[in-house]
C-alpha cells in the first residue's frame, strides 16, 4: 500500500512538472470591432514632419497632446494641443476611424484649420490603450492614448 501511494506521488509529481513546462502559445489579441474603441482617451504624440518652401525643403518638431473621443461606430472629436516647431496651437479634431479583427485599425482626422491626417492604430490592453503612427508622407509622428 505505501508503495503504491509513493507512486501515485511520483506519478502525479511528474504529470504537474511537464504541465507547468510544456510549450505555451501566445497569441495576439483578437476579436476586435470598432466597438472596441468607446470612449475618451488621454493622448500624447511627437515627431517630425518635412515641408517645401519657395524651392527648399524645411523640417520641424511637432509634439501635442489632447483628448479623443471615440464613439464606437467609427466617428472620433477632440481637442488637441500641439507644438509645431516652437509655435503652440490649441485646436479640435474630428474624423472617423476603423477596427480591424486583429485589432489594428485606421483613423483620418480633420484639425479646426480643416488639414486632414492619417494614422494607422493597434488596440492594445482589451482597448485601454491605442498606439499610432501617422501615415501621411513626409511625417514622422508616433504617439499613444489611453482610455481615461
Known sequence: ??????????????????FLLRPRTVRAQ?????????????FSMLGDYYYTYQGQTY????SGGGLFAFDGNG??????????????????????YTVNSNCTGSMTLSDSN????????????????????ETDTG?????SAKLQ
Open 30 to 42: 483578437s476579436g476586435c470591432t470598432v466597438a472596441a474603441l468607446a470612449g475618451t482617451y488621454g
Open 114 to 133: 480643416q488639414y486632414q491626417f492619417s494614422f494607422d492604430l493597434v488596440i492594445v490592453n482589451g482597448g485601454k490603450e491605442v498606439t499610432f503612427v
Open 59 to 62: 523640417s520641424a518638431f511637432l
Open 139 to 143: 511625417n514622422i509622428t508616433t504617439g
Open 75 to 96: 466617428g472620433v472629436t477632440g481637442s488637441d494641443t500641439i507644438n509645431d516647431d516652437g509655435t503652440l496651437n490649441r485646436g479640435n479634431l474630428s474624423g472617423t
Open 1 to 18: 500500500m505505501k508503495k503504491a501511494l509513493g507512486i501515485s506521488a511520483i506519478i502525479l509529481a511528474l504529470a504537474v512538472t511537464v
